[in-house]
């Protein structure tokens, strides 16, 4: 994956997300992620004898999990053979031979422009090793490191460096925790989800990707949960289904709204008996608050605007009007106390179809201009590459 670096040079645009633009999110710790899980674990598959699904993204939020889950398995040995884990994401089996591959590359730094070169994992956050007990200095203790991502992620036995880590506590359990699922139809005909279980699946809003097949088997069983660690869009499955997160069961049954699937099936949102729930501390987006610090960010003395004009995108309208509220007051702010001398602009669309024309400096709403004949203006190659976008995830998908 392309590793980009954050720069302030003289921006004139920047593209802002807005998922959370709406919100202020307390952080929530790695221990607390795995608290989050256990429990989830201990009352849908212990007690309840259920399926806990895990309808996850392939990008870093299955790599996440897997790890997490490895980890709380080296904790609790006993959980191995009480909780079957199954595996089935094509897409990202393929992310997690990459992370594995690249999670030990290095970079040289230096903290200040005239300090001596320093040399640091490039991937690698100083907190998930000091939660481990590991230094990021230490090579012994990057590799050994590379070699759990390779157990978490790869489902491959331990290496010599974690038979040989004595001294630290969690290498002698560190141990492959997953199943792959080759042909799931087959798989859950045959019963598969007939007992206690943990699924991992692809499809993190739950419109496409594996798990829309395990949704549709579970989504009538009290015993089972569907658990997102994410967020899910509202107009989404995913969106759908957390809107029942605290909804009680008598209520749900005068909704006569549907779960759509690919496959042109439905499901009845009254007809769902099986928890929904989130847990924290997996998302990647930032919440109001770090977006409107990334935009107006204050250095020492110094207070510097990242760009000229600013798009929000990435967010519902809510989130996007929000962090447009939010923006404005920060710049009002900085503007009365002289930081600087005028405000950006923040440009935001009034709805999906709207687009902005750089060179006119205005919104557009509806189709965009004609595209040419021969297919060489710039919305003819736009178009072009999101359709082949949208067809290489569907491909992707449903591998």
């Known amino acids: 994956m392309p590793y980009v670096k954050n720069t302030r040079s003289a921006l004139r645009y920047a593209v802002v997300e807005s998922t959370y633009g709406a919100r202020k999110r307390a952080p929530v710790s790695r221990a607390e992620r795995l608290d989050a899980l256990q429990r989830r674990i201990e009352e849908t598959v212990l007690r309840k004898k259920g399926v806990l699904l895990i309808p996850a993204f392939a990008i870093e939020r299955t790599q996440q999990l897997l790890f997490d889950l490895t980890q709380l398995f080296a904790l609790r040995p006993e959980l191995r053979a009480k909780v079957p884990v199954f595996f089935d994401a094509p897409m990202a089996s393929k992310v997690n031979s990459i992370y594995v591959e690249r999670i030990g590359t290095l970079e040289l730094y ?31 203790h990057l590799e050994l490191v590379r070699a759990m991502f ?25 141990k492959p925790i997953w199943s792959r699922v080759e ?9 598969m989800l007939d007992g206690p279980c943990l699924v991992i699946a692809s499809g993190g809003m739950c419109d496409g990707g594996t798990s829309t097949e395990y949704l549709k088997a579970i989504l ?23 809107k029942l997160e605290t909804l009680p069961a008598v209520h749900r049954r005068l909704l006569t709204d549907t779960l759509r699937f690919s496959d042109g099936s439905e499901f009845l949102l009254s007809d769902i008996n ?3 729930a989130a847990v924290a501390g997996y998302s990647g987006h930032a919440d109001q608050g770090k977006l409107v610090d ?8 110094r207070h510097e605007v990242s760009a000229d004009i ?7 309208n809510e989130a996007r009007q929000a962090l447009t509220v939010a923006l404005r007051g920060r710049a009002r702010d900085w503007v009365e106390s002289g930081f600087i001398t005028s405000a950006p602009t923040i440009e935001s669309p009034e709805n999906q179809d709207s687009w902005y024309d750089l060179e006119q400096a205005r919104w557009f709403s509806g189709p965009r201009a004609p595209l040419a004949a021969n297919g060489d203006s710039v919305f003819a190659q736009v178009e072009q590459l999101r359709a082949e976008n949208l067809r290489l995830r569907q491909l992707l998908e449903a591998r």
């Open 110 to 140: 230096n903290t200040k422009s005239q300090s001596p070169l320093k040399v640091k994992p490039l991937w690698l956050s100083r907190g998930l090793l000091a939660d481990l007990g590991l230094d990021r200095d230490n090579p012994e």
């Open 150 to 174: 390779k157990v978490a992620l790869l489902g491959s036995e331990p290496d010599g460096a974690l038979q040989s880590a004595h001294w630290l506590p969690l290498a002698g359990a560190w």
């Open 183 to 191: 042909h799931r139809k087959q798989a859950i005909a045959r019963g």
């Open 220 to 242: 009538g069983r009290a015993s089972s949960t569907i658990l997102f660690p994410g967020y899910c869009s509202p107009s989404t499955n995913g969106g759908r289904l957390l």
């Open 274 to 276: 099986a928890d929904v």
């Open 294 to 301: 990334w935009c107006f960010e204050t250095l020492g003395e």
């Open 310 to 316: 600013f798009f929000l995108g990435h967010g519902s």
